[in-house]
């Protein structure tokens, strides 16, 4: 039922940002990662977009006429979408806030900066956060996004604004956690896939919309949860980035017999991992959520440690056996990690499968035999 | 070795004194007899020997690279800048002229040149860090950070008591250094600031880059003098600013030269050695000699540019080379000029301004560091227009970095404005500023044929 009413809504959402716009409702596009406070532009009136559009070779081919093969798939699925015109939300968007996270996005921005066709704010994200001049400089960069959006939309963001959709989030993050920790018990009531599917939607649906159908989806599926254990391995999904559309790795993972239980991606899913605190002052209470109490992507400085301790948190916490490491090609600072991680789960037994894709390569017959391979070693792991 | 050494510019006196220790930190490297007779063929080949200030310029690089493999063994404490950190030598320069104890220097530059470009040995130090973190293959990690990584991994340099990076313009090379922490027990820090500026911003604005490199510059310097044991005081700084200044000006003025110059004077093999030269460590003791060796090259270069004298014939084609020269390999430059093609000016070589009226040297150094460059295309693509009409450039050769996103993501870009704004034909080469292995001799050739052969009939 609220899959209907979700999918129907995501189906004229487009449509409906249309009239939005006619009516003088400006649209704005953000890249993902989780360091762009939705909140700001939420409260300025705005309509905050997350583009996270990717798994589409043909957009990722397309970008190849802008930005060259060493920029990831992700990266250039962006430029393509917009070069291509064929999908509605990358044409709806007035504005881009590109946080200043790595090279691959940071272009991106540069390029349609360049190009002069989009207004584009860089938001400065400090790659080390242990001093306070670090974290006063991200939060002055919050304000002078607040002053921004308020000059381009000429609505003016109030304390009250700010605090109601920083409230409407943290409802919308709760209730993703909710459902994310229902996947803790043996018999998981939904699959990644539709977890995931879930979050990306969060993104592109009227929050208020997308709030009421995460409550009834939650109490749809605690009622059904399931504590009968089964042989099915269970995964812990890795990586930087599952863009929307780039399913076909979950896909041929539940084709092979095995489950994703929880996912720590850096880039397209929504991070729900805690509440950002709405008292005090609002643009510290942003900073610490979206900087400082949060687990870093790995292009943060010094993070790989950090970025260990939550995957075997999460490992013991979700009763994993086994790791896919999910990257995209050309992502150096992905690629670099891995070589830790699995050093470090090899020491404790977990068994890593590395896949890596263009979205061209994540399909084929070849990584459908690696990860049949990998469930047989796993399931005698189990 | 002897030979070699007084080829390398190295004095009766030098070889005296240096002989042991040359000897001993090529025997660490691997070098054998072999690799002498070879490196003497290759520096005849693709460098002018026979210009003194040539040869006194890889003298200063072989003692750094003997320096840094001996560092430990000779009792110093080791503070290494790893990758890019751009002016780090300033500091460097005040450790190195404060105490004979600190040894402080760029890991890689003086390596790729010695390695790479004399003895062409650079592969199992590639190799090394490939079988690490920085794997070959289609992600293209950058070579320069496998040098560093593969000679950490070979012990080839002693472990250092501080690894240093910058990150603003580059993930890989903290990430490096996070896993060089992580998995070397190495003690490293990161100098960054924030490429964020928009064409939005006000001139009052433009410095918070620049002021959070100041404070992240200063947080270094602190860590810095914990590991020393003395201050860095602001007249240090100033005085390794002064001094490096003088140094500075002369390889401009020099560049100037061979990039205002038709014939170019100069095969653009050398290029490459004004960038290490820049990048290297001195001490005011020391300064002297490198100011002497750019002083002797730049009355050298006159000399034949009084004469009429150059690499390629007058009126070969200019050409804009993206990028610097590569730092391993003099082949593709020797190759270019071989074939009468004028590589003149490489854009990124050009030298980044202090402001001396500035009174806070963290300030001047941050903001002319960290602050105002690498604004972005909006303000790159018209920079390179400028330069290509400034220098009459003929042609474009976009020889991108593949390992470094930053400079490939700006390639095609570049090349369509200068298509477009100029109509100047542009060669892109995505190729590898630190791995020989990328050379491709005959396919270079042929499509170097091509560019020249575009250039010339455009001129016609």
Known sequence: MEETRLTEHLKNRPAQLKEAKKDGAKIIGYFPGNYVPEEIIYASGAVPLCLIHGGNPRPADAGLSVMPQVICPFARAQIGERLLKENPYYDLIDMLVAPVTCQHLKKVAEIWEYEGKLHVFKLGVPHQHNNDFELEYFSDRLKALKNRLQSFTGNEITEEGLRQAIALYNRMRRLLRKISLLRRTASPPLSALEFIKLNHASFYADPVFMVEVLDSVYHELESKQAYASTDTPRLLLLGPNIGLGDYAILELIEETGAEVVIEEICEGIRYYWHDIENKGDIFQALTRGYLLDRIPCAFMRYSTRERLDFALKLIDDFNVSGVIWYELQCCETYDSEVYYFTEKMSERDIPVLVVESDYTTATGGQLKTRLQAFVEILKGVV | MIELLKLLGFTAGDINTELPRVEKAFGKVGIIAGDIEAAKLRLKKYYDMELEGVRKAFRLCILEFVNSVLAREEGKKIIIFGFMIPGFETI??????????????????????????????????????????????????????????????????????????????????????????ELYGMPVCCWDTCLDRGPEDSSETKDRAGNLAKKNLRRLVEIIQEIVGFQITDDMLWEALEARSRFDDIISKLQRLIHSSDPLPLSPTHDNLWMILSCLTFSNETISDAIDTAVTLYRELQERVDKGLGAVPKGAPRVLGEMFAHHADPRLEHLACEMGIAIVVATAASTIRLDRTNKDPYEAMSVAWGGSHSTGLIQSVPMQMHVCKKMNIDGVLERYHAGCRTVAGDALVIQNAVKKELGIPVLLLEWENFDPRVYKHEEYKRRLEVFKTMMTQRAD
């Open chain 2, 92 to 181: 460097g320069h005040v450790l190195m002229s404060k105490s004979r104890e600190v040894y402080a220097a760029h890991l890689s530059w003086s390596f790729l040149l010695i390695m790479g470009c004399v003895f062409g040995k650079l592969e199992p130090i590639l190799e090394a860090a490939e079988k690490k973190w920085l794997r070959a293959g289609a992600v293209t990690h950058c070579a320069n950070l496998k040098t560093l990584l593969g000679i950490v991994d070979l012990g080839i340099v002693p472990r250092p008591d501080l690894m240093v990076t910058s990150g603003f313009m580059c993930e890989t090379a903290p990430k490096t250094l996070d896993l060089l922490h």
